[in-house]
């Protein structure tokens, strides 16, 4: 067992001994030129401004676009009752054109068959007398 518990302890000596070179290197490094703790926090300060004003133009040009699009579906509102008041017409002017259609109908039946009475008459008792006021 003194075989094992030496090559144990000479397992965590030597990763206690490449822990603390990781730690001191990192430490030289630090001061060799890389940013110390309040360079550091205030890189990130800016750079949290830097972030605080892109998203508030982000805010900006969506609330923008959200009131854009607010207009365009009012302006989308008016055309559309604008095309009802259309259709509406519409729809009058073709009910219009079918009523006019039916009279012309019936003004065309009623003139053929005045035109057969009046040939009719001519048949059973001669031409129509003379217009007194056109004689005039």
Same mark, same amino acid.
């Given at each position: $067992?003194? $075989?094992?518990?030496?090559?144990?302890?000479?397992? $965590?000596?030597?990763?206690? =001994?490449?822990?603390?070179?990781?730690? #001191?290197?990192?430490?030289? /490094? #630090?001061?060799?030129?890389?940013?110390?703790?309040?360079?550091?926090?205030?890189?990130?300060?800016?750079? @949290?401004?830097?972030?605080?004003?892109? *998203?508030?133009?982000? /805010? =900006?040009?969506?609330?923008?676009?959200?009131?854009?699009?607010?207009?365009?579906?009012?302006? *989308?509102?008016?055309?559309?009752?604008?095309?009802?008041?259309?259709?509406? #017409? %519409?729809?009058?002017?073709?009910?219009?054109?079918? %009523?006019?259609? @039916?009279?012309?109908?019936?003004?065309?039946?009623?003139?053929?068959?005045?035109?057969? =009475?009046? =040939?009719?008459?001519?048949?059973?008792?001669?031409?129509?007398?003379?217009?007194?006021?056109?004689?005039?």
């Amino acid at each position: $067992m003194s $075989m094992l518990t030496g090559y144990v302890l000479g397992q $965590m000596a030597g990763s206690q =001994q490449e822990w603390l070179n990781k730690w #001191r290197n990192h430490l030289n /490094r #630090r001061s060799n030129g890389e940013m110390t703790y309040e360079e550091a926090v205030d890189e990130l300060l800016r750079q @949290r401004a830097a972030l605080a004003e892109t *998203i508030s133009g982000l /805010r =900006q040009e969506l609330a923008k676009y959200s009131s854009d699009a607010a207009s365009q579906k009012a302006r *989308i509102a008016e055309l559309e009752a604008e095309l009802a008041a259309r259709n509406a #017409r %519409v729809s009058e002017w073709e009910r219009y054109g079918e %009523v006019m259609e @039916r009279n012309h109908s019936r003004l065309r039946a009623w003139s053929n068959h005045a035109e057969v =009475q009046l =040939q009719r008459y001519h048949a059973l008792y001669g031409p129509l007398p003379a217009d007194k006021t056109s004689e005039k």
